[in-house]
């Protein structure tokens, strides 16, 4: 499989994330497909299943969640006895490398942590 992805450039983008190895980076694009048929990072949410749910009815209003339509692997990681406060900042990593992870694709870009550095300063 890797052989196969060496020339995608999703594959090169992944790649070139600390912490994402060649085994991984095949396995995020035979999950997910071509980011590329996305409009937007929101999109992507949805299709992994961290968008968020917002429910109202009339005057009703119930408390926003986080909506589960992806696969199933997320289930595995849902049921494991972790306080809410983790799960938070779990999804909110999820978020951020999935919107990066979509700019970088959809723009051809690989990723540069120096550059990721002086932007959160």
Known sequence: MVELSKERIEY?????????????????IGEIGDLRRFQSHKQLNAYVGIDIMHYQSGNTFYKDKINKR???????????????PHKVASIACVNKFLKVAFHLITHNITYDYEADKTVRK
Not at 12 to 28: D, H, K, N, W
Not at 70 to 84: A, E, M, N, R, V
């Open 70 to 84: 992806g696969k199933k692997s997320y289930d595995k990681l849902k049921t494991q006895p972790q306080g809410k």
């Open 12 to 28: 090169q983008v992944l790649i070139s994330f600390p912490g994402i190895g060649e085994a991984t980076a095949v396995r995020l």
